[in-house]
């Protein structure tokens, strides 16, 4: 039997901006003295990665295994990665071009990283994850008697 799909969004948890805890926390609304955004461009990035992680949640519901995983989060993210390669059988190359290749926004799918380049829109997303969705059974249709 095929695994589902699996998609890990990875990006920066805003929490962990400033390395300090709860007292220290930057987000993306953090405000300058003149009333702009600190972080605006943290915050845009998040946003992207919401609207992709709802693109896929809407078009696949939960026959999609969605992930979102702080980059710096190493003793998550590289088990985690581990395991996508093997389950879905990724060649060693494939995984190390992955691996080394990861950005603070990247996406993977099924253990191997989808673009270079930042974030892909929703619309690549989604054709590549409707790509490797595994066929549905169609209802067999009886001819009228």
């Known amino acids: 039997m095929k695994s589902n799909p699996s998609v890990i969004l ?16 930057l987000e993306g609304d953090t405000l300058n003295w003149g009333g702009e955004q600190c972080f605006a461009e943290r915050r845009r990035i998040m946003e992207k990665v919401g609207e992709l992680y709802r693109a896929v949640r809407d078009r696949h ?23 996508e ?13 992955t691996i080394f290749g990861l950005k603070v926004n990247s996406v993977v799918v099924n253990g191997r990283l989808v673009t270079r380049k930042g974030l892909p829109d929703a619309a690549h997303l989604l054709e590549l994850v409707d790509a490797v969705m595994p066929p549905t059974p169609h209802a067999v249709s009886r001819p009228a008697t």
């Open 10 to 25: 990875v990006r920066e948890w805003e929490q962990q901006m400033s390395s300090s805890g709860c007292c220290g926390r």
């Open 61 to 83: 519901g939960d026959a999609v295994e969605i992930r979102i995983v702080d980059p710096r989060n190493l003793p998550a993210l590289i088990p985690t990665l581990v395991s």
């Open 85 to 97: 390669f093997r389950r879905y059988g990724v060649p060693l190359r494939e995984a190390l071009r």
